[in-house]
């Protein structure tokens, strides 16, 4: 694998960016997505690390970033809650690649008083890196907020502050019972905020892994406005594909229901669901050709056999009957055509129910070849050679929980 610049990154990115036709009302739903976004970029161009800190109120959050950039910026008082909104700082910090460095304080999750904790936390969770600060034993509240961090793809410090309250045997116990409420899968460092400790662990800490938490972090931002756009597409999509499925259900059914000849029932609904499929693709920004959506068609039928038999044994044995009604009609003075209209009948639900299972599937099939026609943000992820073993499985988290929470089936007409 190759070991991608934060310029070549950049220009990856703006390039994909630039290719990215947004409609006005787009614009409009995705705005702060986009404005989050563009100032990644702009990060990223620049070379300006994030890093949030963030935790429960009282846990000495400003008091941690004060000790790192040596002077009294961020607000800090006796009494908890005493941040009340997003603060930030530059923190010049010596780096052979990056050229400055942000932190960013944020009010206490757990403080009622705050106003937009959702935005707090999401302007926090765009972070490079993130120092979660504790002052003691982690509660189920503190444990939720780091998991939920974790699942974004997100690299953790987990910052013990406050330790001149505890004993020597206590501040051991803390950091055992730290580690055990953990997640195993990851070796999340516990730092203790003593004299120079932290900041000697964070300077070394983003010599060696700063570019690349810069680098990811860009990317994974673009990879979920990415995923927005397509969602919100999708989503506008699905109501013109389902007028699209009935549509043609309705053609199919008449044709099926009226026809007494069995080739041509036969032919007609081959060609009907040949159509329908060649304007599904149109729909999803696939332009099959004649080929292409015949194999779609095939593969449908032969992988879903139920389909198959009933779009051809089914309706073929009813045509049979029909055929044998109407020429025995004359034989009995007309007696024979009663059954002719429930059959037909039947024929007709058939075909509705059986276009409409073609239709999701094709739609579905359509979706997944796709993919294949534009590159996705997330791509460049797989093009980085990763030396940390940790940053790995970070990222691999991310990819586990993309893939499940972003399962766009269910807007499938």
């Known amino acids: 694998m190759k ?19 947004l409609t006005n009302y787009e614009k409009s739903f995705l705005n702060k997505e986009i404005i989050s976004f563009n100032q990644q970029l702009l990060r990223l161009k620049e070379k300006k690390i994030r890093i ?37 700082e530059t923190w010049t910090l010596k780096d052979p690649t990056l050229k400055s460095l942000e932190l960013l304080d944020s009010p206490g999750f757990d403080f009622c008083n705050i106003k937009f904790s959702d935005k707090i936390y999401s302007y926090i969770n765009h972070s490079d890196l993130i120092l979660f600060i504790v002052s003691g034993d982690l509660n189920r509240n503190e444990l939720s907020e780091i998991n939920s961090f974790i699942k974004n793809g997100k690299k953790i410090i987990l910052i013990l502050n406050k330790i001149d309250l505890y004993n020597k045997n206590e501040l051991q ?18 730092i203790i905020n003593n004299e120079n400790n932290l900041k000697n662990y964070l300077t070394k800490f983003i010599n060696q892994f700063g ?52 080739l041509f029932d036969v032919a007609g609904s081959f060609a009907l669901d040949t159509a329908l499929i060649s304007e599904l693709s149109k729909i999803y920004g696939l332009k ?29 044995s009813f045509n049979l009957i029909k055929k044998v ?72 988290i991310y990819f ?11 807007i499938l007409p």
């Not at 039928?301 to 198959?308: A, E, M, P, Q, V």
Request: include cysteine.
């Open 3 to 21: 070991q991608f610049t934060i310029k070549e990154n950049y220009l990856l990115l703006k390039k994909w960016w630039e290719t990215v036709d």
């Open 52 to 88: 949030g800190a963030y935790g429960k109120s009282g846990v000495g959050k400003s008091s941690v970033l004060n000790s790192l950039i040596k002077k009294n910026i961020f607000k800090t008082d006796i009494i908890n809650g005493t941040t009340k909104e997003i603060q930030s």
């Open 173 to 190: 116990e803390i950091i055992e019972n730290l580690k055990f409420k953990l997640p195993k899968d990851l070796n999340i460092p516990i």
């Open 211 to 262: 570019e690349m938490l810069l680098t990811l972090n860009s990317i994974q931002l673009a990879d979920k406005l990415f995923l927005q756009i397509k969602e919100q597409r999708l989503k506008r999509r699905q109501k013109l594909a389902q007028s699209t499925i009935g549509k043609f259900s309705t053609i199919k059914a008449s044709a099926v229901a009226l026809n007494p000849f069995i």
């Open 288 to 316: 099959l050709k004649g080929e292409s959506t015949r194999k779609i068609f095939k593969n449908i039928s032969i992988n879903n056999l139920c389909l198959g038999v009933t779009q051809v044994g089914i309706n073929t």
């Open 325 to 396: 009604i109407l020429l025995t009609a004359p034989f009995t003075n007309g007696l024979s055509l009663l059954p002719y209209g429930p059959i037909a009948i039947i024929q007709a639900a058939i075909a509705v129910k059986s276009t409409k299972i073609l239709g999701k599937l094709a739609a579905k099939e359509i979706l997944i070849r796709s993919k294949a026609s534009f590159i996705e943000p997330a791509i460049l992820i797989k093009n980085i050679t990763f030396n940390d073993p940790e940053i790995l499985k970070h990222i691999n």
């Open 400 to 410: 586990s929980n993309r893939n499940l929470n972003n399962n766009f089936v269910s």
